[in-house]
């Protein structure tokens, strides 16, 4: 039973608190023996509050036992990147130049919905330092491991929220993506990773991130990722770069499919680099999976030129912001302190040339868009390669440089702040997984969801279970 309950998807979860076949107690009983078994192998957890998360859980039960539940996700075991402030628990962000010292007064937008919802919130999981490579590693923290096979990485840079899902510690987890850091995770540690349109969901505190900044859920089913996008979007004031409105229905729509609709299959964006074994199995799957549902799938290939280069001078500027607040600390990673001293090397000129050209690869994306509904690719140029590696063998930094990182598939929707979600297509020889990539026009994230539900349905990989434990 045990085993069961860790596995069950969030929806699952509510409609058995509502049958009383179970309760939020038992499930975190059992959320709490799975981390205490799986945690020592993956690392994954910057903090495990469980007498907080046993008092929410007590609380939770109660509302059920009345018929009074708090939201959609209540009872729901729920983990926090340690990037996003959460009342009482110090957010590190990877980071031994943040002191612990409270009061840590504030809940993100992010967690103060989650926790309205009846969300049970177990802790903090572990990123790199500030959020900045695509590797899950830290002095702080170590290294953390992927379930798929523990020697190699989960990705990052929210390494750790993917890990948890994936092994069953957790139903839902927080990530944050600026150049990919939601559905890298997701692809290497084979689950759902999205990243709604840009200010969907507040981000409050202010993130050094800035207008890359999108926060978004991880889970092991497209409908969970739906719910808790339900949860998490809409606008607050706090965020001046919030979408304003109300937020779009997504449940509601989830499951009709993608008969009709026209989408677009490229397998590197025309300058990325993907390994031949990713192209193969991702385009396969896309072609296969897509044509049989009924929609009109055409390969192309897109006319963006190369933004890496653009993509850099944007987040070596945010990278020198970040080392300046910090002083007279100064950041342990490497990656950063790189990206930081080219920072401060940049002028002005520098960085209203590196906006025009987002501008125009904005502009190039959506003439892609009004011709197409969805936009397909790999989510990632490789496959999970070893922990104990920055980048994997052969390839250039985890920075982008001309089309050549390994995350450059991830990182243009960041830039134009459309919606886009990670699921798993298929596995290698080796038992890898490998994610599919769904991009939307800004705004469509109800149709995103819509075409990765249908594609989960026909391809139901998202219930395969890792190895460890």
């Known amino acids: ?68 539940p708090a939201g959609v996700l209540d009872g729901v075991p729920v983990a926090i990147k340690d990037v996003t402030e959460t009342r009482g628990w110090p957010t590190l962000n990877g980071s031994l130049a943040i002191s612990p010292e409270g009061p840590w007064p504030d809940d993100a937008i992010v967690v103060e919905r989650l926790r309205a ?16 490579k695509g590797t899950t590693d830290s002095r702080l923290h170590g290294i953390t491991r992927n379930p798929w096979n523990p020697d190699w990485t989960p990705c990052g840079s929210s390494g750790g929220s993917a890990a948890a899902v994936a092994s069953g510690m957790v139903a839902i987890a927080t990530g944050t993506d600026s150049g990919g850091s939601i559905r890298g995770p997701a692809s290497f540690c084979g689950v759902v990773g999205f990243k709604p349109s840009f200010g ?18 991880i889970t092991r089913t497209v409908h969970d990722a739906a719910l808790a996008l339900t949860v998490m979007a809409g606008h607050d ?5 919030a979408l304003t409105g109300p937020a779009p ?33 991702a385009g396969r799957a896309a072609r296969e999976v897509f044509t049989a549902l009924g929609a009109r799938v055409t390969r192309i290939r897109p006319d963006i030129g190369d933004p890496s280069r653009m993509a850099d001078v944007l987040s070596d500027s945010l990278a020198a912001a970040v080392a300046r607040r910090l002083a007279p600390r100064t950041p342990d990673e490497p990656v950063l302190l790189a990206a930081a001293k080219r920072g401060n090397r940049l002028s002005a000129l520098d960085l209203l040339e590196a906006e025009a050209a987002r501008r125009d690869l904005t502009w190039r994306l959506e003439a892609l868009m009004s011709r197409h509904d969805l936009l397909v690719l790999p989510t990632l140029g ?13 390839w ?37 997984p490998v994610g599919l990539q769904i991009v939307g026009p800004r705004g469509g994230d109800a149709l995103v969801l819509r075409a990765a539900r249908a594609f989960e349905e026909a391809c139901p ?9």
């Open 1 to 68: 039973m045990s085993e069961d309950l860790v596995y069950m998807s969030a929806a699952a979860l509510v409609s058995g608190y509502r049958g009383k076949r179970f309760t939020p107690l038992d499930v975190l009983d059992a959320t709490l023996s799975r981390i205490e078994a799986i945690e020592p192998l993956l690392n994954a957890w910057q903090l495990v509050d469980a007498r907080a998360a046993r008092r929410d859980a007590r609380t939770s039960a109660r509302r059920w036992a009345a018929g009074e």
């Open 117 to 132: 919802h009846g969300a049970i919130i177990v802790g903090k999981t572990t990123t790199p330092e500030f959020a900045w």
């Open 200 to 217: 969907r969901v507040p981000v409050w505190p202010a993130s050094p991130m800035m207008t890359l900044e999108h926060v978004g859920p």
């Open 237 to 241: 004031p706090r965020d001046g770069y």
């Open 249 to 281: 229905d997504v449940l509601s729509g989830l499951e009709r499919g993608v008969r009709g609709l026209r989408i677009a299959w490229s397998a590197d964006l025309g300058f990325a680099t993907v390994d031949p074994v990713v192209r193969r199995i």
């Open 382 to 394: 490789t496959t999970p390669f070893s922990a104990e590696r920055s980048a994997p063998e052969g």
């Open 396 to 432: 250039k930094r985890s920075q982008r440089q001309s089309g050549a990182g390994w995350m450059a598939t991830t990182f243009p929707f960041d830039l134009t702040g459309q919606p886009a979600i990670s699921l798993p297509c298929g596995f290698t020889k080796g038992g890898a």
């Open 461 to 469: 990989l998202t219930a395969r279970r890792p190895p460890t434990g």
